[in-house]
């Protein structure tokens, strides 16, 4: 965690795109890892607007659990939804693949900028930066110009260590980022 201290988390936004042709690329381990907590907590998706959403309750906090349906480049649109609950920026987890850490490796962090990932750039758009931060690696191409495509393509590491790396950022909420049960 950065030195800056986190706030209650109210809110956790996982990014990735809606749909089948998505469910397992790169780009969606934000949707992967919030599926993972929503399972623990024997929690039920339901569609809502511009939303998949649920709710879990860690350490007696109620916690709301966004998986956008906006595609990636429009994942701020859920925001104007967590303001009217009352939920400021300072109280989201947005969990979202990270190309500058290597496969696999889970960080938490508070504010920064996009950084070039484009749902990171649609929820600062709406809400500024100060929103926590739980980044996942999923390696950088070799090429600049691969990383659209790369993003977009489904994890070449083994299912089990793809598995293990989920159950891992889902541990790192609960322990790391703000709730320790």
């Known amino acids: 965690m950065q ?3 986190t706030e209650e988390i109210k809110a956790i936004i996982g990014l990735g795109n809606p749909g089948p042709k998505f469910h397992k690329n790169r780009h969606n381990i934000g949707f992967l ?13 339901k569609e ?20 956008p349906q906006t595609y990636m480049n429009d994942s701020g649109k859920v925001i104007p939804w967590l ?11 947005v969990v979202h693949d990270e190309l500058e850490l290597p496969f696999g490796a889970v960080k938490c962090k508070v504010g920064g900028s ?10 600062i758009q709406v809400c500024g930066p100060d929103f ?15 990383v ?8 070449s590491e083994p299912k089990d260590d793809v598995e293990h790396g989920i159950e ?7 322990k790391q980022c703000g709730f320790g049960e």
């Open 33 to 45: 890892i919030l599926d993972e907590l929503a399972q623990r907590y024997n929690a039920q998706w």
């Open 148 to 155: 659209s495509s790369y993003v977009l393509t489904n994890f």
């Open 132 to 146: 926590q931060r739980l980044r996942f690696g999923i390696d950088r191409p070799e090429q600049k110009e691969q």
């Open 168 to 174: 891992q950022a889902a541990d790192l909420i609960k």
């Open 83 to 93: 303001l009217k609950k009352g939920i400021k920026a300072e109280n989201i987890l």
């Open 114 to 123: 996009a950084r070039g990932h484009n749902g990171l750039r649609s929820i």
């Open 48 to 67: 809502q607007n511009l939303m998949d959403q649920t709710q879990i309750t860690i350490a007696g906090n109620n916690i709301f659990l966004i998986k």
């Open 3 to 5: 030195e800056k201290e």
